[in-house]
């Protein structure tokens, strides 16, 4: 069965410093791959997806991730983060269906000034 | 913004009571989707729509819990008697192209 493991349950970063948050997967073919931020009492958005070809992918607030197969991974980096960052950050992988996600417990971040 | 909404936004309700969820998504006919949300937990599948059609349900959708998506445009969920288990947040999503956008959730505290 599919599954998604976000192995840190709270990274504290200090402000301008880079990020990188882990998310590792299960799943036998080609996934289709989800990051999502949710700030506190809000639904969640999406940051980026992948789904085949470049395996660097950009999103947006100037985030990105890297999908590598032979580690099935698929990372959320920020090369300098802000205070606003704050917030829990989800990754998710599409069932082998395509008809839900699967998401990890998800990272909570804090920044620290 | 998707633009998905949900209502309400908060709900409060004594154990025992029925409560109903509503989604309103930007498209019709457009595959919904309700997942529900537990503290310190990752959304958790519940189930699906095509058009009017529920197509999926999860073994986490009990007998108490129904969806309905008359017209194949807003969807609801009840669920009956409510436990204080059920105490989570509720997430409505709907597909554009082969990406979920969610609505903003629905909280539901049991007493």
């Known amino acids: 069965a599919q599954s998604v493991t976000q192995p840190d349950i709270h990274i504290t970063v200090s402000e301008g410093a880079s990020l990188e948050l882990r998310c590792n997967y299960s799943?036998?073919?080609?996934?289709?791959l989800f990051w999502y931020v949710q700030s506190p009492g809000q639904g969640l958005q999406l940051l980026l997806k992948?789904?085949?070809?470049?395996?660097l992918v950009q999103g947006i607030k100037g985030f990105e991730a890297e999908f590598k197969r032979s580690q099935s991974s698929f990372n959320l980096r920020k090369p300098s983060v802000h205070w606003s960052d704050a917030a829990e950050y989800f990754c998710?992988?599409?069932?082998?269906?395509?008809?839900?996600?699967?998401f990890g417990k998800g990272t909570t971040l804090s920044v620290s000034s | 913004d998707t633009g998905v909404s949900q209502d309400p936004r908060h709900k409060i309700t004594k154990r025992g009571q029925n409560v109903t969820f509503r989604c309103d998504p930007i498209s019709e006919h457009n595959r919904l989707y309700w997942y529900r949300q537990t503290l310190g937990q990752g959304p958790e599948f519940l189930t699906y729509f095509q058009n009017e059609a529920q197509l999926e349900k999860s073994r986490l959708l009990s007998d108490r819990f129904s969806a309905e998506r008359p017209k194949g445009s807003f969807s609801t969920l009840e669920i009956q008697r409510t436990e204080q288990g059920d105490s989570a947040m509720y997430l409505c999503a709907e597909i554009q192209g082969d990406t979920q956008y969610f609505g903003p959730g629905t909280r539901l505290t049991v007493l």
């Open positions: 799943y036998g073919a080609t996934p289709y």
């Open positions: 998710a992988v599409a069932n082998q269906a395509g008809t839900a996600l699967i």
């Open positions: 992948y789904f085949s070809g470049d395996t």
